[in-house]
């Protein structure tokens, strides 16, 4: 990650002007910094889809590629500094060979996920929350996603606030 945010960060990440990097500091706070930056190429992305090139910055020159990386690690690293659970890295495919059901959610090819971020309550594929909000905007933040995978989840009052019988409307 430290290549990708040196000096030369603008020939190897879209939209690095936007990207203060002071603000990264890997608080649960900064992910707010990644959000906005990740705007930023949204809306590079958006304007390409009007001209009928959708996805052209992030797959021509690999600066697409490294800003989608370079997001999801820093939002994984944030996570696991800011979470009581224990998360690790575990490189795509040794997760998907120990863990084969798992290929039914996020396939069996790692594409960009070539990492996934694995704790006591499940697995976390960060580098495609990048992705998916440079694709769908805001809709998608990062932050929020930090925020719940930081957290634990309290199984049994999840449990007991599930309704299999929806209100009839």
């Known amino acids: 990650m430290e290549e990708l945010l040196g000096d030369d960060r603008g ?3 879209l939209a690095s002007e ?22 930023e190429v949204h809306k590079v992305n958006e304007a390409e889809v009007g001209t009928g090139r959708a996805g052209k910055s992030l797959t ?24 009581t659970l224990h998360w690790v890295w575990v490189p795509f495919d040794e997760f998907i060979t120990e863990n084969p059901a798992y290929t039914e959610h996020y396939g069996a090819e790692a594409g960009l996920d070539t990492y996934v971020l694995v704790g006591e309550q499940g ?11 440079v694709l769908n905007g805001g809709a998608d933040s990062v932050a929020y ?17 599930y309704d299999p019988e929806p209100a009839q409307g």
Do not use: C, M
């Open 11 to 13: 020939e190897l990440l």
């Open 18 to 39: 936007h990207l203060d990097l002071a603000k990264l500091d890997y608080s649960l706070e900064s992910l707010k910094e990644i959000d906005a930056w990740l705007e």
């Open 60 to 83: 021509e020159d690999g600066r697409g590629r490294n800003t989608v990386t370079l997001a999801g690690l820093y939002l994984g690293e944030t996570v696991k500094r800011n979470s």
């Open 123 to 133: 697995a976390a594929t960060p580098i495609n929350s990048a992705l998916k909000r």
């Open 145 to 161: 996603v930090g925020q719940f995978l930081a957290a634990p989840v309290d199984f049994e009052k999840a449990i007991e606030g």
